[in-house]
């Protein structure tokens, strides 16, 4: 590769990725019923169904994902300024004990849940942690995020207001 070809790759290599990102908050089912799982790991069980009539941010993620751990300050700001909204986190952790000295740790207290299985995870073709998905009163997906997100942005605040 010539030393232009080089600098002109390593200017659009950004772009790639931004774009491969961008791609996934606006996925081809979104406007789709959410697919309903039930996931219980012995102390929590959750119906995505029985949120119907509330708003759902439902976040995909691992304790030893690091892209999840730097989220997780807004998304539990956003859990104490917004009672209203149902947040559902789904643990992909393989280990109970793991994830259980996570949440105790980092003070959890939104709703969720353990599917080492990844049985809810399949279900919406989530294969990058954290994933997140914005579901409507109705139970349709409005949006999805890919990656860690900062839950205190006006914008996001602003579009789940809205629904």
């Known amino acids: 590769m010539s030393g232009r070809r080089f ?19 606006h996925p081809h089912y979104t406007g789709q019923p ?5 996931v219980g790991d012995g102390t929590t069980s959750v119906h ?19 892209p999840c751990i730097a989220e997780l300050p807004s998304l539990e700001q956003l859990h104490h300024d917004d009672p209203n909204l149902a947040i559902v986190g789904v643990s992909i952790d393989e280990d109970a004990d793991s994830y259980r000295n996570f949440l105790t740790r980092r003070h959890v ?8 299985e990844q049985s809810a995870a399949r279900l919406f073709h989530t294969k990058m942690w954290p994933e997140t998905y914005i579901i409507d009163r109705e139970g349709i997906i409005r949006r999805k995020f890919v990656g860690p997100t900062d839950w205190s942005d006006p914008e996001i605040r602003a579009f789940l207001n809205s629904l």
């Open 109 to 116: 207290d939104f709703t969720t849940v353990r599917d080492p």
């Open 7 to 25: 600098l002109l790759f390593l200017a659009l290599f950004p772009l790639a990725f931004a774009q491969g990102c961008n791609r996934g908050a």
């Open 48 to 66: 995505l169904a029985s949120y119907r009539g509330k708003v759902v941010l439902l976040n995909f993620w691992w304790s030893q994902c690091g």
């Open 34 to 38: 959410a697919p309903d799982f039930t």
